[in-house]
């Protein structure tokens, strides 16, 4: 009836409006029946509905006597409840009316005063709607100047410790929004505004009301309630702060700075001591209240305010994930992702240390639980279920540790903008800094290769779950960023570990159409990022220039978020000849662009025999439309091309035009060169490549080869080491196609040093190891005209034409070294000899780098040819005069300071000469030239020779440099070819230094030696050969042999007398003290036969002959070296022409034995390599010993 009532009066107002005013008593009954009525009913509806006619007849009849007569009865009503339990219609309907008609606000105060009483009642009242009703009355009250007035001293009494405490401690919105409601309205007046924030002017009353709470105060409140999740409820405390702040902001700003919100210490204190009880259900609560507090706090206010706090919540964390219980460990996961946010972290120090251990404590505990599970996998059909509900939980609890660890990384990312959260400020400057930002974050990238990756790639081998992938790329795209300096080597180990076949998979499963979008954005972002990262940094090759990189950026940008097919179709794409558009052509670039990474990091996921085909077809596409691919592509398309290129199938001929095609519009080759074996091959392989891009191809490849060089190039090591797979293909090119060997030839001539060395030590190691390919002929034709061009270039100073050439010179004098048996020098050989000498002509001793190797050259050429090739080649090399100057200045310098850097190149000055006065003698060779002055007339005059000062020769035997045994030898050879000569070569003549005494009787005979330098020479080779360095040895016995020869010939008695000085017998027993079998070296063996020779019974007794001939007897001949075999067969020799073998069973036993082993039999050792290079000087030992 009552609803009838209102739809009427809402529908017929004015006449139901003068219908109730005609009679006023009637409606004053009318009134009272109503409000009778609201007084009796509990029910809600009916309560509301009667509350709305009262406002609304009020309000439309607008009678003074009815708006008293409804004032009274609210009035009475609420002196006469003794309880406040009823009063909630009464109060509502007082709030309305009087916001319905706000001039009732000053009537209520002056004339119903005491009803402020009632209100206070209410205030008290544990309902909190009560209370709400009441705060809304108030709200109204105050929003009257002059009610507010009246109505200061109520408030300062009584009402606003009281209003405080129910506002802290509203749990409805409903009193909460009326409490704030009515704050406002109070705010509105400075008087207030003091009054509440300044609390020591209340009196005394005030703070002793029942319910009021004298420690609460409105900025604490308003705070809490900003903190609160509720939007309105935190935009009305917003408007309440500003309202205080207006009145004066300088007063009362301090108070919200300042104001502190307890709660979270209790919390965490809270939480330590219930993950010590035993109850499950408790630690589950505790953490989940935790990380709803962390969840729900505003970023705009810390919810830790210090460091020591803020560690606390990370230890109790670190003990709740690492809980026995699942459940337990799961909630502290949600915890601890939640705790990881910068607005929590970010009160100084950070706590990198302990986040650590956070972290290292929630990836432990994941690891343990999924190998738990992976150690109860169940077996048989029966138990799939469950197998399947083990993967899920592992999956989610998986889940849960990567959402923590990409929080952490998120922290780490916003933390790079904080200067003060890089390092802890409080650090001494000399302690060693680990507590930083830089140590958490390699902290970080370490956890997520050591942990993160092994779990999920074990989880991915039972299922793939689109959520967590999605996590997990984003944390290995956070690391990119969070280690920058990593990110190049991180990117690469993801790349060698397959996830770019991987994230491509997960592309083409989840994210084909529209599905999946922001799996599919986070799969496209981390390939963008490792693309870029692998280009930006090539493993040796050069990094591609800016411009390249912002296009290829661009490029991965807009293509890769397109590309969700699987491999096969991604092979037909590329294969597909037809006209490609702008997108779909920058959609191959991708796909061809993540192959080419791919493979390069050994992650060959498609076949290559198809992906050789769609290449071709990809740039046949390219020719068709007249297109050229950006530089980082078509190198691409090249380096596939190659890996995939099987050994027995070539590409057509149309195919490789068209890729020179493309080639010849790239300004460098360096451009679109990747390292690899295969791509070397690929440009050589083809004639129509290498004979445009073979020199640069070399080059490139040399350059960036980071093989051990040097090992392959000591050849004093045992057995030969074993080549790197990239000399491997190299050798076998070089066996196939030997004209790279000019290539090659070409690049030491002209390449840096460093590269021209490795081309070198290749080319060395190469002939070492294919001694079956005759390619001797090729190298040194090609030498020549090399030579040939520098000389005329260079001529005048050939040292400053390229620091090369002694590695081509090396490489030359290696190629002769070649040549075992002695062959006859052609055309090519003797040009390379006039042209080799010509430019030693042109140089001075001090280019030793280019005259080692040429002298080692000529040496070689003179001796490892026939006698006839001999005499041809000394023709041509006495003929330049250059050359027979340079070797008397060096001859000159044998008396340099010790340790001089020319000593090897002296050496080879000295045998050169030996060689040379050997061979002019033989053939009685002429020349053009005179130097200095003969000593003495020799049989054949020349017009050339050497002049040599003898008593320099023998300072520099008595005196020896040290370590230079191989000098010495050198000059002993020189001597003995003199000797053997008898001073008399055309070529080198004994010249005097300086004044000399008068010749003594015995200095006659023996010209053009004089006794003091024959006694000065023999006590030199005594106190040479007491160092018993095989080699000197046998040139100090070979030039003794050679000067008791030349002594004999002119005085046998002064030859005896040298041949029998005590000191030799000394001298040989210490040579014989060297160790077992001694007496069988051969330069003891020589030896002992020249003293025999001369009959020095007193130097070696009968007695003791026959005593070496009884260990001759002993020993097994069969080990002995050809040199030692024919040292014992002379030993023999002269014994039996003595007639000293006066046991002839022995002495026919020992000849026997020596006759039953010729020197090429000698199974004990291998035959001696006659020419060897030692310490970088070419040396014929036969030369030497004979």
Sequence with gaps: MLSCFQDALVRHTSLVTQLVSQDQRVCIHFISVLFGLLCSMEDGSVTDLCIEVLIQITTQLKLEQTIRCLLDECHKELCNMPSMRGSLATLTLLGKLVDAIPALADELVMEHGNLMEHLLRGLVYPSEGIQASVCYLYGKLYSSPVAAEMLSGHFREKLFPLFLSILDGAQTKELQINCLGLLRQLLKYDLFVSMIMNQDGLGESAKNIEGSSGNTSLPLVLKKLLLSRDETLQVASAHCITAVLVHSPAKHASAFIHADIPGIEAVVRSLQGSLKMNNIELHKQGLLLFAEILTRQPEEIK??????????????????????????????????????????????????????????????????????????????????????????????????????????????????????????????????????????????????????????????????????????????????????????????????????????????????????????????????????????????????????????????????????SRSPESLAFLSDRQYMEGAARQRQYCILLLFYLAYIHEDRFVSEAELFEAVQSFLLSLQDQGERPPLVVFKASIYLLAICQDKDNTLRETMVSAIRKFLEGIPDLQLVYTHHPLLLRFFLLYPELMSRYGHRVLELWFFWEESSYEELDDVTSAGQPALPASLVVLFQLLRSIPSILLILLDLIYSSPVDTAHKVLISLRTFLRRNEDIQVGGLIRGHFLLILQRLLVEHGASPSGASGNLPLLLSLLSL??????????????????????????????????????????????????????????????????????????????????????????????????????????????????????????PVPCQVHQ?????????????????????????????????????????????????????????????????????????????????????????QACVGCLEALLDYLDARSPDIALHVASQPWNRFLLFTLLDAGENSFLRPEILRLMTLFMRYRSSSVLSHEEVGDVLQGVALADLSTLSNTTLQALHGFFQQLQSMGHLADHSMAQTLQASLEGLPPSTSSGQPPLQDMLCLGGVAVSLSHIRN
């Excluded at 639980?369 to 059909?381: A, D, E, I, K, V």
């Excluded at 050997?918 to 053009?928: F, P, R, V």
């Excluded at 009787?1001 to 018993?1028: C, E, F, H, W, Y």
Aim: proline share 5%; net charge positive.
């Design 303 to 564: 919810l830790f305010t210090s460091s020591a706090m803020c560690r606390d919540a990370g230890r109790a964390l670190q003990e709740a994930v690492s809980s026995p219980v699942l459940e337990v460990a799961a909630e502290a996961l949600k915890a601890t992702s939640a705790f990881l946010r910068k607005d929590h972290q970010s009160t100084p120090p950070v706590q990198y240390g302990e986040l650590q251990a956070l972290l290292e404590a929630m990836l432990n505990r994941c690891a343990e639980f999924s190998q738990t599970l992976l150690s109860r996998r169940p077996l048989g059909h029966a138990s799939s279920r469950d197998s399947e509900k083990a993967i899920l939980q592992r999956g989610k609890f998986l889940l849960s540790t990567l959402e923590g660890f990409r929080s952490a990384c998120r922290l780490a990312i916003e933390f790079q903008s904080e200067p003060s959260a890089q390092e802890n400020p409080f650090t001494a400057p000399s302690a060693k800094k680990e507590d930083t930002l830089e140590a958490f974050s390699e902290f970080l990238l370490s956890a997520c290769d050591s942990l993160c990756i092994p779990m999920v790639m074990r989880h991915l081998e039972q299922t793939t779950h689109p959520a967590l992938m999605e996590v997990f790329l984003s944390i290995l795209h956070n690391l990119f960023v969070i280690v920058p300096h990593m990110k190049e080597k991180f990117s690469k180990k993801l790349a060698s570990s397959s996830f770019i076949r991987l994230t491509l998979e997960l592309k083409a499963r989840f994210c084909s159409g529209l599905s999946h979008s922001a799996l599919n954005q986070v799969c496209s972002n981390f390939l963008y990022y490792m693309c870029l990262n692998l280009l930006s940094a090539p493993e040796k090759t050069g990094p591609p220039s800016k411009e390249e990189l912002s296009a290829v950026s661009e490029l991965l940008q807009h293509g890769l978020p397109q590309i969700s």
């Design 945 to 1033: 020779t050497l002049s040599v000062e003898m008593d320099q020769v023998l300072k520099a035997l008595s005196f020896p440099k040290k370590k230079a045994a191989l000098l010495s030898a050198a000059i002993l050879c020189f001597l003995r070819t003199a000797l053997r000569q008898s001073f008399s070569s055309a070529l080198v003549a004994l010249v005097p230094s300086g004044a000399q005494p008068l010749p003594a009787t015995k200095d006659t005979v023996l010209a053009p030696l004089r006794m003091s330098q024959v006694r000065s020479l023999v006590i030199g080779l005594q106190n040479l050969l007491v160092q018993k360095d095989p080699l000197l040895s």
């Design 815 to 936: 190629m002769q070294l070649r040549n075992v048996s002695e062959q006859e020098l052609d055309s090519v050989a003797m040009k390379l000899l006039h042209q080799v000498s010509k430019l030693c002509g042109k140089c001075s001793p001090t280019d030793v780098d280019i005259l080692q190797p040429s002298f080692n050259f000529l040496y070689w050429s003179l001796h490892q040819t026939t006698p006839s090739s001999q005499k041809r080649a000394a023709a041509v090399l006495l003929s330049s005069t250059g050359l027979m100057e340079l070797l008397e200045k060096m001859l000159a310098l044998t008396l340099a300071k010790a340790d001089s850097p020319r000593t090897a190149l002296l050496c080879s000055a000295w045998l050169l000469t030996a060689s040379f006065s050997a061979q002019q003698h033989k053939g009685s060779l002429q020349a053009s030239r005179t130097w200095g002055l003969a000593l003495y």
